[in-house]
């Protein structure tokens, strides 16, 4: 993929969980590194032109389970885990380092945590700083892009569910077996990082995805002002879309149903309590899944999510379909495959 004479792009990446992570992994091998540098000249840059200028990662910070959650709660800090897997992402050596922030302990008082949680505690400590924690940390890891958790507050999800029960927290959202009606966050006036606004106003190219529905997209949308950056971005935006539905989240959704259900709550979260339509392209898989995998998924309710394209279209989206599937032990989006089709929306005219 060559791009046109001088062409790099300032892209902004939205999400969490293990999507936001994996989408990072695709888009980090073409960000150059040092300013001012022209496409394919970056040494840092081995094998793809370098078409990123500039990358950043809005990560959602409303996490209270495992080490993230203990951590929250023992000492009033912001999850640390998606970020931790965001800095891990984008590390320029993801061997000795990223092997380091990634260890879990096994055993003791410290079991369950992983090192890299604990050292962003440690540097929200002294710096009183979550989001400043994070930049540190990232220039140890000497990260090939900024990443900004979505707000600074300590913010935490309520649900509205189909029995008309309201639930607070994550956890007890994600483990809940009703389905999720409408998310919510608490306090609802928790402020974005500037940083952010200043990221996606900027931005050439704005995705979303892939990631749980309402704890992984939904969620950073609600932050007020992030939804309205998008919207009045003239970025390409991109949505890029689950492989396969999810339990609490999305079971029996297809993909125009996953737009519509994101339209709603980035319209709830804006000044004109109209929904909206914040992205441009919808990146969705029409491959097949092979049997063995679809049975694995199956237990548990899950299913390849409907490509319903014209239904796609008719929301103002321009579905780009192909062959995103990565299959191993666990179904993942192809991420080189995926940033590759995503830059190339970018650049287009």
């Known amino acids: 993929m060559q791009p046109p004479p001088h062409k790099q792009l300032r892209v902004v990446a939205i999400g969490g969980g293990t999507g936001l992570s994996t989408l990072l992994r695709g888009l980090k091998r073409f960000v150059a590194v040092a300013a001012g540098t022209t496409p394919a000249a970056d040494p840092a840059c081995k094998d793809t032109p370098c078409l990123i200028r500039d990358l950043a990662a809005i990560v959602t910070v409303t996490d209270d389970g495992g080490s993230s959650g203990r951590l929250r709660e023992d000492l009033n800090m912001l999850p640390p885990g998606d970020v931790r897997n965001c800095m891990v992402a984008l590390s320029e050596d993801e061997h000795l380092l990223s092997r380091l922030f990634q260890y879990r302990f096994a055993s003791g008082d410290l079991e369950g945590h992983s090192f890299g949680n604990l050292f962003v505690a440690a540097l929200s400590g002294i710096t009183g700083d979550f989001a400043q924690a994070v930049a540190l940390s990232s220039q140890v890891l000497a990260t090939r892009g900024r990443i900004y958790p979505a707000t600074n507050a300590n913010a935490t999800l309520a649900a509205m569910m189909d029995d008309g029960t309201l639930v607070r927290g994550e956890t007890n959202i994600t483990a809940s077996r009703r389905s999720i009606v409408e998310l919510m966050m608490e306090p609802a006036n928790a402020p974005p990082l500037p940083e952010t606004i200043e ?105 390849p999510i409907t490509p319903d394209l014209d239904h796609v279209r008719a929301l103002g989206v321009t579905p780009v379909t192909g062959n995103f599937v990565h299959e191993g032990n666990v179904l993942r989006h192809s991420y080189d495959l995926v940033a590759e089709t995503v830059l190339q929306l970018g650049l287009a005219p």
Do not use: W
């Open 199 to 303: 990221a996606i106003a900027s931005a050439d190219l704005i995705t979303l995805g892939p990631g749980s529905l309402y704890t992984s997209l939904i969620t950073n949308l609600l932050v007020p002002g992030i939804a309205d950056a998008i919207a009045a971005s003239s970025a390409k935006r991109v949505y890029i879309c689950n492989l396969m539905t999810q339990a609490n989240e999305s079971l029996g959704l297809s993909a125009s149903q996953h737009i519509e259900k994101i339209f709603a709550h980035a319209g709830a979260a804006g000044v004109s309590g109209d929904k909206r339509r914040i992205f441009d392209y919808a990146l969705i898989n029409t491959a097949p899944i092979r049997l063995a995998m679809l049975a694995q998924y199956a237990h548990q309710g899950q299913l």
